[in-house]
């Protein structure tokens, strides 16, 4: 499966002219068809910049909280970066991001994870709370993105 298809009848992403719309991205593994919400499911790689952060403490008593909401907030990015990539662009070519929550003060913690995909200038951004998500109660976040990509 590559990163850019989706697990049900949608298009992961559409060229329109110059645009790139991207379907919204929730943390689902494609190969478990699970919603991550461990550090232990994310890439080896991701684990450095989120210490950085001062996440992934090590700590059960402290991680067991942050862990649903940053694993997550990686793994969404992340994966709209590699849609990005198979498009021909990069997450600078993103230039407006939609971002839905369930609980909208893990914005905060989204926000800082963000900051590695942009340490520049972020996208325009719109942020709302809503109630649900499919697959399930689990995930806590989904992402659609714009990019924009002159032929």
Known sequence: MSTGTPM????????VGDFVFLSGV??????????VSRYEEL???ALPPLRGLGYVTGQMSVDVFEAPIVA??????DRIRAIAEEHGG??????K????????PHYAQYNRVRGL???GQPP?????????????DDALIEVEATMYLPR
């Open 124 to 136: 325009v951004s719109t942020v709302l709370e809503v109630s649900r998500f499919l697959p399930s």
């Open 97 to 104: 991001l939609v971002q839905y929550f369930r609980h909208l």
């Open 117 to 119: 995909f942009y340490p």
């Open 26 to 35: 929730v943390a689902v593994n494609p190969t478990t068809r699970q919603t």
């Open 72 to 77: 997550q907030s990686w793994f969404v990015l």
């Open 43 to 45: 890439p080896a790689e």
């Open 8 to 15: 049900a009848h949608y298009a992961a992403a559409r060229r």
């Open 90 to 95: 990069k997450m600078d070519d993103v230039v």
